[in-house]
């Protein structure tokens, strides 16, 4: 599952992403304005976001989708050391998969220099920035997701907050480092791309970014305020984690999940 979410959300970037900086694509055509294709394409992407973490893939796995966000909830102590290493290979395995069958069907349209595998790379002003600019991306997200889906009022709006944080970064912060946040993600782009120069940005600023946001929950509000390793937590989805949910007393609210 965490294999096919990273797949479906690679095949939607590369399939957007031809269709709106592909020269040659009439959508590219229709909207000369970079500008409001990167707000388009962000708007896209966060409801492609957005659907994995609802769908029943998502409700299962936890809808990580990302090794950034499955080794910080490891850190947490809310995912087991095994589980952790299958997610991050799944992951992995799902974003080179998703860039794999994309190639086949985009052909030439995706190998553009405009689109380039929708690969991450630094934007004019350098390494440096691109690097300040994924680990704070990063932090944000992971402390956003890590308030809301930990406060009984909010947890259910997690998803959707995720999801306009992915559009928001996608249209304003993209143009500095072409906004990964992870680094299956990146990885899937940059080996049809050949996009190697920076991909340390990319595998170290987004867990570099989560685990500053989990030391920061922690000292803020505990380790008992973690309560589980989902995104969202559905009672009639089997949890593998360490969930709190099992913990009437912790989250009053809660429906027990199903193990």
Not at 20 to 33: C, K, N, T, V, W
Not at 79 to 97: H, N, R
Not at 143 to 160: D, K, Q
């Amino acid at each position: 599952m965490e294999a096919g979410g990273l797949g479906l959300f690679m095949l939607s970037a590369c399939g957007w992403g031809a269709l709106l900086e592909y020269p040659e694509s009439p959508l590219r055509a229709a909207i000369p304005d970079a500008n409001l294709r990167r707000l388009i394409m962000g708007l896209l992407m966060g409801l492609t976001a957005v659907g994995l973490i609802y769908s029943p893939w998502g409700q299962r796995s936890g809808a990580h989708l990302n090794p950034s966000v499955t080794l910080t909830f490891l850190r947490l102590g809310k995912v087991e050391g095994w589980d952790a290493a299958f997610y991050v290979l799944a992951q992995f395995a799902g974003g080179a998969l998703g860039v794999a069958l994309a190639t086949l069907f985009l052909g030439r349209a995706l190998a553009d220099p405009a689109v380039d595998y929708v690969a991450t790379i630094p934007g004019p002003r350098g390494a440096t920035v691109a690097f300040l600019a994924e680990t704070l991306i990063s932090f944000a997200l992971m402390f956003t997701v890590l308030v809301v889906s930990n406060t009984v009022r909010w947890a259910r709006f997690t998803g959707i907050l995720a999801g306009a944080l992915v559009a928001i970064f996608i249209t304003l912060e993209a143009p500095l480092s072409g906004m990964s946040m992870n680094p299956a993600r990146s990885l899937g782009s940059a080996v049809p791309a050949h996009a190697w120069a920076a991909l340390w940005i990319y595998f170290a600023a987004p867990l570099l970014g989560m685990l500053l946001a989990a030391e920061l929950y922690l000292r803020v509000r505990g380790a008992q305020k973690v309560l589980c390793a989902k995104l969202h937590h559905h009672a009639s989805a089997r949890c593998i984690f360490a969930c709190g949910y099992r913990a009437p007393q912790n989250w009053p609210s809660a429906t027990p999940s199903v193990n």
